[in-house]
């Protein structure tokens, strides 16, 4: 009697079994070739090239030549790109720490019965749908220091003038409240969309059991919305990570390289000193970055997942 | 039934079929990249002569961006119309980037496979172009001109600047020089002479310092993140303390020379020790802190005043009847006297016209860029500042007291140091500068830092 090896060899090599399997399995395949063949022009062979890119130098004009890890140690020997690193950090955890818990009040007040929840709904959207450009230009006339409606109110409050965007500390923050402003209707309505799916039964529950409005958001309301939470943050991190448009158009990074943030330095080599290499090794640290949060994120957020 | 099966059979196979052919066919019409092949320069008409044809005119004029750019907007719009009256078979279609980018534009489109015509660039950055190798070289065409026609442009160190191994890659529109604009009625409210504004740079600080008083500033400069703070302020004061910017032998940065530690105290000073600048000259745009700010009346004197502002000074009132120039011109509410710093520490450029390798009307584009420098064409150019043609010069318009310091300080005029690496350069001391300024850093150990992290990618390039 064959084992069950010779059997399955034997049907393998049965001449037509391939063309039976292609018959039966073709269709399918075949309607997933044109979303492999995208993601791979689209996703991989950028991704590659980048890699690529960063081991090479290459003048324009002039033909490349691989220069291995040199690109990352010029980079790595830089006061200048550890300083980067460094407001790239500092940048993201004051738009996180900024737009999440105003993402999260506006989402409690869009998803509730109040009226005009709608119209609140609208008006929030509207930061996500203005171009970063636009409201970067929108910010810097608000905050101008001789017809912004912001530094002119202040300087009329206190009686002292606000630089914005000469004084670094202010700096920081003007381009902290501008991304928070433009992320936080994403964040509010992947929030919103989380707390629409909770039961009405389980706040009554916890009401008699005597929780009052803390203890309902910490136990019935941040547990339901963490997956919400988690997407939402992930994606606020990968764009504040690569943020480029925003900030130069604010601060061209400045003064000095104090809001010079990662993107905005790949953005000026790649676009304005077209040091293509140096980009793509920046490029590459940025997905690096990117990956260690979401391994973090995984890590902290999917932490008690399935209990 | 069998036949519907077999209908049926067939159905699925062509659409699979021609769904493959179809990806097959968009992959390959996706993966052919568009060549950066020159078409071969000729100095003769193509044969599309004959038909209409369209070119592009890459320009920077924004009428919202400043005060001088409606103007320029204006005459762009005016010279179009113009030449297209005058050229039925060529159209021309403008196509608007800012000012500081229309270079990195022609660069990145030429690598890219974007076609340009006409486009405006920058002399600091001609050698940059040649590098790449984005501009035709315009010499088959120059050598039909007249002689004398040659002449009346190559004085200028701006087409100098567009020769680069004897190859002319552009042709300059103007004299692009800077002085310090004042207001004379304030002069005269701080007891100073507005027929004679000081001479050396002492005299200037002593101005500045009475005239600053209230929401007034004495002396306007700007620091921001820009091409114009190496420009128009740093430079110019390291020059005027003997240094230079970069060695072109050893191809190194050596802005934190002593000349460089002087100039950046000098600026620092205005702003912390004397207080007669702004602090809020570190930000903003140039055309903000300079012009803006002096028309509003916020400074009462305007250091890096540009010749392409002429115009402005005009519209407001503060001078007569010189734009366009005319013999008749006077100052007014504001003269502008010649930047008070060394001879030859002050910078002097201009816009160029190229055409882009990538044309496919070489011949139509450089018709339209003669028409543009055509004497007539130039003289009410706003942005052109000054006359780029020397014969233009000797022409009564120019030979007013305003005018000719403004010759004055063209002819004291320098480039900025032929790297083609400038952009990264004129990055490195603005961030340098603002560091010093905003973080109170020592000047010192700060330039040198600055000056090995550039030299530490750029030496020797």
Redesign the interface.
């Known amino acids: 009697m064959p084992s069950t090896l010779e059997r399955s060899t034997a049907f393998t090599r049965r001449p037509g079994w391939s063309l039976y399997l292609w018959r039966r399995y ?2 399918p395949y ?1 309607l997933l ?2 979303v492999v ?1 995208l993601l791979l ?1 689209f996703l991989a062979w950028p991704l590659a090239s980048v890699f690529y890119f960063s081991l090479r130098r290459t ?4 033909p490349s030549q691989f220069v291995g890890l040199d690109n990352f140690a ?1 980079l790595f ?4 790109f550890l300083g980067n690193i460094l407001a790239s950090l500092q940048y993201l955890v004051g738009v996180l720490g900024l737009s999440v818990p105003v993402a999260y009040l506006a989402a409690v007040l869009i998803s509730s019965k109040v009226r005009g929840a709608g119209a609140f709904r609208t008006l929030f959207l509207l930061p996500w749908i203005i171009a970063p450009v636009v409201s970067a230009i929108l910010f810097r006339t608000m905050v ?3 017809t912004g409606p912001v530094a002119r109110a202040l300087e009329t409050l206190t009686g002292r ?1 606000y ?1 914005f ?4 500390q202010l ?1 920081v923050i003007t381009i902290i409240v501008h991304s928070a402003w433009r992320s936080f209707p994403l964040e509010m309505l992947l929030i919103a969309a989380g707390l629409t799916s909770i039961p009405q039964e389980l706040y009554d529950s916890a009401k008699v059991d005597g929780a009052g409005g803390w203890a309902q958001f910490r136990y019935v309301t941040l547990p339901l919305t963490k997956n919400q939470l988690f997407v939402a943050v992930l994606l606020i991190t990968i764009w504040t990570l690569q943020d480029a448009e925003g900030v130069y158009s604010l ?8 809001t ?1 943030v990662v993107g905005v330095r790949l953005f ?1 080599e790649a ?5 293509v290499g ?1 980009a793509a090794a920046i490029g590459v640290v940025l997905i690096a970055l990117s990956v260690l949060f979401m391994v973090f994120y995984l890590r902290v957020l999917g932490a008690g997942e399935g209990q | 039934m069998a036949e519907q099966r077999v209908v049926r059979r067939l159905s699925r196979r062509d659409f699979m079929r021609f769904s493959s052919l179809g990806l097959v066919a968009l992959g390959l019409g996706g993966c052919v990249m568009p060549t950066a092949v020159a078409p071969a320069a000729s100095p003769q008409p193509s044969p599309a002569l004959k038909k209409p044809v369209t070119i592009k005119w890459a320009h920077y004029f924004d009428p919202l961006q400043s005060p001088a750019q409606k103007f320029n907007y204006a005459w762009m719009e005016r010279m179009v119309a113009t030449f297209e009256e005058k050229y039925p078979e060529i159209n021309v279609e403008p196509e608007y980037f800012d000012w500081d980018k229309i270079d990195n534009r022609s660069i990145l489109d030429y690598e890219a496979g974007i076609k340009h015509d006409v486009m405006f660039g920058s002399p600091q950055l001609m050698a940059k172009h040649f590098q790449v190798g984005d501009y035709i070289d315009l010499t088959p065409y120059i050598k039909q001109w007249p002689e004398d026609e040659v002449k009346d442009f190559s004085w200028s160190p701006v087409w100098a600047s567009a020769r680069q191994d004897d190859v002319q890659i552009g042709v300059p529109t103007g004299v692009h020089t800077r002085s310090v604009a004042y207001r004379r009625d304030m002069f005269k409210e701080a007891g100073l002479d507005p027929d004679t504004p000081p001479k050396t740079w002492d005299e200037c600080l002593e101005a500045a310092k009475a005239l600053t008083k209230g929401d007034v500033w004495g002396l306007g400069m700007y620091f921001g993140p820009s091409r114009a703070t190496i420009e128009l302020y740093f430079a110019p004061f390291v020059w005027h303390f003997g240094g230079e910017l970069w060695d072109p032998a050893t191809k190194k940065a050596t802005f934190a020379s002593e000349a460089g530690v002087k100039a950046a105290q000098v600026i620092y000073d205005l702003v912390y020790t004397h207080k007669v600048t702004p602090e809020s000259a570190i930000g903003g745009t140039y055309d903000d802190a300079i012009l803006a700010s002096f028309l509003a009346g916020r400074l009462a004197m305007g250091w890096g005043f540009g010749s392409y502002w002429i115009v402005s000074l005009e519209e407001k009132g503060f001078i007569k009847n010189c734009f366009p120039a005319k013999a008749e011109c006077t100052e007014e509410t504001a003269g502008v006297m010649v930047t008070p710093t060394a001879p030859g520490a002050q910078f002097t450029n201009a816009w160029t016209l190229s055409i882009h390798k990538l044309s496919e009307h070489p011949a139509e584009a450089f018709k339209f860029l003669e028409f543009l420098i055509a004497p007539e064409n130039l003289y009410d150019f706003p942005d052109a500042g000054l006359p780029a043609r020397l014969s233009l010069w000797s022409k009564a318009e120019f030979q007013s007291s305003f005018y000719q310091k403004w010759l004055e300080a063209a002819r004291k005029g320098r480039p900025m140091p032929p790297t083609v690496h400038y952009p990264e350069l004129a990055d490195t001391t603005a961030a340098c500068l603002q560091e010093i300024l905003v973080n109170k850093a020592p000047i010192a150990e700060t330039l040198k830092k600055f000056e090995d992290e550039w030299n530490a990618k750029y030496a020797g390039a």
């Open positions: 073709r269709l075949l070739l044109p063949l022009l003048p324009l004009g002039e010029l020997r830089e006061a200048r101008d220091p001789y003038k630089l965007l000469v004084n670094p700096a601060t061209q990074g400045g003064p000095g390289y104090t010079e000026k676009f304005i000193y077209f040091n140096i």
